[in-house]
């Protein structure tokens, strides 16, 4: 069974957990993503949605920002930007 009818298989079964390897390829304003950047992704249908984690010695400006944060100034700029853009 390929992954992706494995996850759709259990997707009503609240005790699935499993996890996943993979790439994020993606738009983020701020962010230049012509290299793709390798992820775990994370399935506990006990939470919901499934988390991806990137994987956190590649280096790349969003890994950096994923796991150390970002300051609030930039965040509402950056939001301030997509509302606009939208």
Known sequence: MRKFEYFSY???NENFETGYFGWLSNYFPDYDFEE???????????I?????????????????DFYNGIEKKEAEKRINRALNNS
Do not use: L, S
């Open 10 to 12: 259990y997707y009503e």
């Open 36 to 46: 793709r950047i390798p992820t775990n992704v994370i399935v506990n249908n006990k």
């Open 48 to 64: 919901g949605r499934p988390f991806i984690y990137p994987h956190e010695n590649f280096e790349h400006p969003f890994v950096k």
